[in-house]
């Protein structure tokens, strides 16, 4: 204030132009035109600091159209911002609506969206998929969707493909999606048919879970067999297209229309695994039968489950019943899938672990910190890493 009151005492006087005036005190023409200005307007009191907050939002939304939104809200209180936002454009095309952030925005202030939680999602897949080139190299699984019957029984069918020679090995519909009835039916077929070399699933349970590397119990059963477990990324179905199409050809002709209940529908199951392995020519095969490619895999289902084998070097540590992992007498929390597993800590630095299960690299635990993460920080650089050891 006391360098602005001097400038319109040195400008009252006369004595210097205003170009050096503002050059003697170290200000631009435009910066003393202002104070000039506001000078002229309210005289010494002018030129004090004003706020610099604007008068009014640069987004603000006026009352009544704020008003219609949040009518629009309560008559349609499932609807998201986007399309209260097309609705009123369409009763009111000659109103400029705000855009569907700023509604969303008004929503949230008015207390009518409430904060979204954030999905905690399965840790991604990061090897490559691989391809099939003969029978039982790859194997794939899922659920085709579930529907009723007629008598309103729900039908859960789950099926397994053969990738090479598009053979359905399964389709049963099963009382339970979890990892129970799913592992009883891979017992099945693996006592039938041998064991792949891998399976491929989706992301979902109780093929894979939030444990590291997307670790399920029956995921570490079949890492226990020896059979690797592909996941597709999240999304991309096209991925196990091939099942995709297979699934395509199972719902419309078992469940168009469903049969009156589930042991019907598990009959018409059947004579479309027969259908589809054994009469059904596919264009993608040369119009031969599923049936002429497929063969049984040499790999037996053992009598008795093998044990894993781990990285040379690594120091095995039991899993506790509550997913902890004990080190120097602390403990640090891994997963709760673990529970009562044996993982490996093999040590890349000083204090700093490889955690494994089997050959399957889960993240990596600092003894110093006592931490385990799931992705590689920055802490040193390893004197040789084995990353590269997962199947």
């Known amino acids: 204030m006391e360098r602005r009151n001097e400038f319109i005492d040195a400008w ?20 003393g035109y202002k104070w000039l200005e506001r000078y002229d307007e309210s005289g010494r009191g002018g030129l004090a600091d004003r706020s610099r907050a604007p008068r009014q939002p640069a987004h603000g939304i006026a009352e009544e159209i704020a008003a219609a939104i949040v009518a629009a809200r309560q008559r349609y209180p499932q609807w998201g911002a986007r399309k209260i936002r097309a609705l009123l454009q369409r009763e009111q095309p000659q109103q400029p609506w705000p855009a569907a952030s700023s509604i969303g925005e008004l929503l949230k202030r008015e207390g009518l969206i409430g904060e979204q939680r954030r999905r905690r999602r ?4 990061t090897q490559p998929l691989g391809h099939a080139e003969g029978p039982n190299q790859v194997w794939c699984a899922d659920f085709k969707g579930c529907f009723l019957c007629q008598n309103g029984d729900r039908c859960d069918p789950l099926t397994i493909t053969d990738a090479y020679s598009r053979y359905l090995l399964r389709c049963r519909a099963v009382p339970k999606t979890d990892g129970a009835h799913v592992r009883a039916i891979f017992e099945a077929v693996f006592r039938e048919c041998g064991l792949p070399v891998s399976i491929r699933t989706d992301n979902g349970t109780p093929f894979a879970t939030r444990a590291p590397a997307g670790l399920s119990r029956l995921s570490m059963w ?5 059979i690797r477990h592909e996941r597709i990324e999240p999304g991309r179905p096209e991925q196990n297209g091939r099942h995709e199409r297979m699934h395509g050809a199972l719902q419309a002709e078992t469940a168009n229309p469903p049969q009156a209940n589930i042991r019907r529908q598990q009959i018409r199951f059947q004579d479309f695994e027969r259908e589809y392995n054994h009469v059904r020519p596919h264009e993608a095969l040369s119009y031969r039968t599923p049936a ?14 093998p044990e894993l084998q781990y990285p040379p070097g690594a120091h095995l540590r039991r899993i ?10 602390q403990r640090t929390f891994i997963s709760e899938v673990l529970a009562r597993e044996t993982v490996g800590l093999l040590e890349v630095d000083d204090e700093f672990f490889e955690v494994y299960y089997g050959a399957l690299l889960l993240g990596w635990f600092d003894g110093s910190s006592q931490s385990f ?4 920080k920055s802490r040193r650089q390893p004197r040789n890493s084995r990353a590269s050891a997962a199947p």
Do not use: V
Request: glycine share 6%; charged share 30%.
């Open 12 to 31: 009252l006087k006369g004595e210097r132009s205003f170009t050096d005036l503002c050059a003697c005190f170290e200000i631009s023409r435009k910066t």
């Open 122 to 125: 399965t840790p991604p897949y």
């Open 222 to 226: 079949w890492l226990k067999l020896g």
């Open 292 to 305: 002429e490619l497929y063969a049984p895999s040499p790999r037996r289902y053992p009598a008795r489950l």
């Open 320 to 329: 506790s019943q509550h997913g902890d992992l004990k080190w120097r007498c």
């Open 373 to 376: 993460a799931m992705q590689r």
